[in-house]
C-alpha cells in the first residue's frame, strides 16, 4: 500500500522553514486541543473525556509523527505544572495514577491511526472504523495493563473498560463520517478549482 497525504499535508507550506513552523503551530495546537478536549470529563477513577476523540483525529489528520508529537507535547505540559489532564489536573503524579496507562496508550493510538491515515485508510468509512479501532485498542491496551497494578485485577474491566465502551462507539462513528466526507469534500473543492 503506497503513502497517502494527511490532511494536514494537504495544506503544508513548500518551502522549507514555512513548513517547519506550520508543523510546530499543529503539534502546539494539537496539544492545546487534547488538553481542552480533557476538560469534558464524567466519570472517576478514569473518566469519560474527549481526550480519546481528539487523540485519535489528531492522528487521523496529521498523520503518525506529527499525532504522537501532538501528545508528547500535551504530556509535556501536564507534567510541567499546566493544568490540561483531566478535572484541570496536573503533574507528575497524574501519569503514576489511574489514568496514566491510558496516557501512553495515547501516544500509540496517535501513531496507529496516524501511520493507517498515511496509507489512506482514513478516505472509506470501514476503514476508518478499523482505523480507530486499533487505536483504542491501544489506548486500553496500555490503560487497563497500568489499571492492574492500582487496583484489584477482578475490578479492572469494570472501571477501565465498560464504562467507556459506548462512548468510544459514538466517537468512531463519527469519525467514519466526519474523515471519509471531509475527503470527498476536498475532491470536490479541487475539481472546482481546476
Same mark, same amino acid.
Not at 493510538?109 to 485508510?121: N, P, S
Not at 483504542?136 to 477482578?154: D, P, Q, R, S, T
Given at each position: ?12 507550506p513548500c518551502r ?37 476523540f481528539a487523540v ?8 503518525a509523527r506529527r ?56 478516505? %472509506? ?23 492492574? %497494578? ?45
Amino acid at each position: 500500500m503506497q503513502a497517502k497525504v494527511t490532511y494536514a499535508d494537504v495544506f503544508r507550506p513548500c518551502r522549507s522553514l514555512e513548513a517547519v513552523f506550520y508543523d510546530i503551530a499543529l503539534i502546539v495546537g494539537g496539544s492545546l486541543l487534547i488538553g481542552l478536549c480533557a476538560q469534558i470529563s464524567i466519570g472517576w477513577p478514569v473518566p469519560v473525556t474527549g481526550q480519546t476523540f481528539a487523540v485519535l483525529m489528531l492522528g487521523a489528520l496529521f498523520g503518525a509523527r506529527r499525532g504522537s508529537l501532538c501528545v508528547l507535547a500535551y504530556i509535556a505540559e501536564g507534567v510541567a505544572g499546566f493544568p490540561v489532564f483531566s478535572a484541570g489536573r496536573a503533574g507528575l503524579g497524574v501519569l503514576a495514577g489511574p489514568t496514566g496507562g491510558y496516557l501512553a496508550g495515547f501516544i500509540v493510538a496517535a501513531y496507529v491511526t496516524g501511520f493507517l491515515a498515511e496509507k489512506g485508510w482514513d478516505r %472509506h468509512i470501514w476503514t476508518t472504523i478499523m482505523a480507530m479501532i486499533l487505536g483504542n485498542l491501544a489506548i486500553y491496551a496500555f490503560g487497563l495493563g497500568w489499571l492492574c %497494578h492500582i487496583v484489584e485485577f477482578k475490578s479492572v474491566a469494570a472501571i477501565g473498560l465498560y464504562p467507556f465502551i459506548v462512548g468510544d462507539l459514538l466517537k468512531i462513528a463519527l469519525a467514519a463520517v466526519l474523515l471519509p466526507g471531509g475527503w470527498k469534500l476536498l475532491g470536490r473543492l479541487n475539481s472546482h478549482q481546476k
